[in-house]
């Protein structure tokens, strides 16, 4: 049975962005409804189909939505081999500069957990549940190749997802300390990879940076940068992407 990939951003200038790269190779195959009023944009390649999805900001929006587009996949037989969380992010000084790119070798739940006298306990410790998904170097390795013969900066490296968008050079410091293979950190790919997970597909996070993490400091974002860059990157993955859909989640 073929399998499609799904591409979920949280907001629609995203999927613009990453909808623009894929018709360089891919044909637009028209709209489709998704419980939740949501709406898949389908685009045919020769490898297979790919559909892309704005799913909302936060990870709990982004899970519920993700999840019901995988959920109407099964029951129509079409389901997804590979789901890719896409969109911009902060990146960490020194390890994403400002319009490159970030794929994922981890998608973590950076504040899942809680805090005590002692400092900061993840949820695994707790005994309730997971913040990590793994990302194998089977996904990692083609879409980084692919960037690279595109001739796309990029660094591979942890995705944080937090619910609140860090704004202080101290946040940034704790995340960094706390999470020291972290290259970005975004608000929706845990939210992605759990739904992704409890249906079987694998997932990888592709972001491209817009600001650093730190101060919030709105002047110095370059917004219309990293959406350049995110079209850029969805184009040369056209190729890549059609071989990555069986690949195994972990």
């Known amino acids: ?75 129509a037989a079409e389901p997804y081999g590979l789901v890719v969380s896409a969109g911009i992010a902060g990146g960490f000084p020194g390890r ?10 981890a998608i973590v739940a950076a504040d899942l957990g809680a805090d005590t006298p002692e400092g900061y306990v993840p949820v695994e410790e707790l005994g309730f549940g997971r913040s990590v998904h793994r990302v194998p170097d089977a996904l990692t390795g ?7 013969a595109a001739g796309l900066p990029h660094t591979t490296g942890g995705v944080l997802t937090v619910s609140t968008v860090t704004g202080s050079a101290a946040r940034a410091d704790a995340l960094a300390a706390r999470h020291p293979g972290a290259a970005a950190e975004a608000m929706e790919g845990f939210g992605v990879a759990e739904a992704a997970a409890a249906h079987g597909a694998a997932v990888l996070e592709l972001r491209a940076v817009s600001n650093a993490v730190g101060p919030r400091d709105r002047a110095a974002w370059r917004i219309g940068d990293a959406l350049t860059a995110l079209r850029a990157a969805a184009a040369a993955l056209v190729p890549a992407l059609g071989t990555l859909k069986d690949r195994p989640c972990s």
């Open 142 to 148: 083609p879409v980084a190749a692919a960037l690279v």
């Open 96 to 105: 994403a500069p400002l319009g490159s790119l970030v794929v994922s070798d």
């Open 1 to 75: 049975m073929p399998h499609r990939i799904l591409i979920v951003t949280a907001v629609a200038a995203e999927a613009d962005s990453v909808a623009g790269g894929l018709t360089t190779l891919a044909r637009p195959g028209g709209e489709l409804p998704v419980p939740g009023g949501l709406v898949l944009r389908r685009y045919a390649t020769e490898r297979g189909g790919i559909d892309v999805l704005v799913g909302g900001v936060g990870p709990a929006a982004v899970a519920a939505a993700t999840g019901a587009a995988l959920t109407r996949a099964a029951l």
